[in-house]
Nanobody, 116 residues
């Protein structure tokens, strides 16, 4: 079993920055990928960025050049640095750990609000 928890959400103005943290615990050696997703009101949850040994770093087109995903060596913690934030980035941000056997573990999410 793996547990993940997100930290770092908040309220910022347009153009501001936030750094989200995803902390994994439990059987972290089974994790093959950690990804960030977001869900805005009335919209489907979408993938934002991911990090894995196989695929490296991936980003949604909407955040390329503004968001950076990184991790510590053990992938115990994964960060999402978000710069040049826009009102369209407002959403609940979720962290997901995907294991080698294909199980996904989701956190409860953290709210990011960007005011115009």
């Amino acid at each position: 079993q793996v547990q993940v928890a997100e930290y770092g959400g908040g309220l910022v103005h347009t153009g501001g920055s936030l750094r989200l943290s995803c902390v994994a615990s439990g059987e972290i050696s089974t994790i093959k990928k950690i990804s960030w997703h977001r869900e805005a009101p009335g919209k489907k949850r979408e993938s934002v960025a991911s990090i894995s040994s196989r695929d490296g770093l991936t980003y949604a087109d909407s955040v390329k050049g503004r968001f950076t995903i990184s991790s510590d060596n053990d992938k115990n913690t994964v960060w999402l640095q978000m710069n040049s934030l826009k009102p369209g980035d407002t959403a609940v941000y979720y962290c997901c750990a995907n294991t080698r056997i294909g199980t996904d573990y989701w956190g409860r999410g953290t709210q990011v609000t960007v005011s115009s």
